[in-house]
């Protein structure tokens, strides 16, 4: 236990000596196997997350799958200052309590240190969001290229981002609910007024998107009710 415990803050010391642009936004991926419990986990986690600064983005349940599989039952953004912010939360020990209510209550997470390159307005703004979880096939693909594929149509690019560092604390034996690294290494979200508009847009523009991004799974997601899934959220 005790050298368990010396390799875990080794880990950290070395993630917070890395250099990862701010702020930073936690790219949350999460497969639920109690939605009830993780509204537990949401409630009960809000003062150590307050307290180092992180304030939720936006939050949103899957709809619909466009393309590809599934990546999560809930998409969910949220900024720190930097990223060693997240790690002093991490590394409180009344977060270690809290942590386990999140586990009983996730399934599988993916969860990596993301930077957004591309932000047009609130994100809160938005009910209706696609996104667009891609590897591109050039890395040097500049992050508002996929704007250009939504021109002259009813859907608008709002967030583009990409993962800076995963978060790599529990080695190599990796539960379900600990923090995988992203499958899709970027993200764009795009904004529509209502979802049939929505898939009606992206079918036509798949082709399109498939040649630019190279893996791609596109996804519909809806904002949820904040004030009863997590009620301490106060999205910016």
Do not use: C
């Amino acid at each position: 236990m005790l050298r368990q415990f010396r390799k875990g803050r080794r880990r950290l010391e070395e993630l917070a000596r890395r250099p990862i642009p701010a702020p930073v936004d936690m790219l949350n991926l999460i497969t639920l196997r109690s939605g009830q419990t993780y509204k537990w986990y949401g409630l009960t986690v809000m003062p150590v997350l307050t307290a180092v600064g992180g304030r939720l983005q936006w939050l949103g349940y899957r709809t619909e799958s466009i393309h590809g599989s599934p990546q999560a039952d809930k998409l969910m953004i949220v900024r720190f200052p930097n990223h060693r912010r997240f790690l002093a939360m991490v590394a409180n020990p009344y977060f270690a309590l809290v942590n386990k209510i999140r586990e009983a209550a996730v399934e599988y997470f993916e969860l990596s240190f993301t930077y957004a390159h591309v932000r047009v307005g609130k994100l809160s703004d938005s009910d209706v969001l696609a996104g667009l979880h891609y590897n591109p096939s050039d890395p040097g693909l500049p992050h508002d290229a996929v704007a250009r594929v939504f021109e002259e149509g009813p859907g608008r690019l709002v967030y583009a981002s990409s993962e800076q560092s995963p978060i790599d604390l529990f080695g190599k034996r990796l539960k379900g609910s600990d923090p995988h690294p992203l499958t899709f290494k970027r993200l764009a979200l795009i904004a529509y007024d209502e979802e049939g508009q929505a898939r009606a847009d992206l079918e036509a523009r798949l082709a399109s998107l498939g040649e630019l991004a190279g893996e791609l799974s596109v996804h519909l997601y809806r904002r949820g009710a904040l004030e009863k899934e997590l009620p301490w959220a106060r999205a910016a």
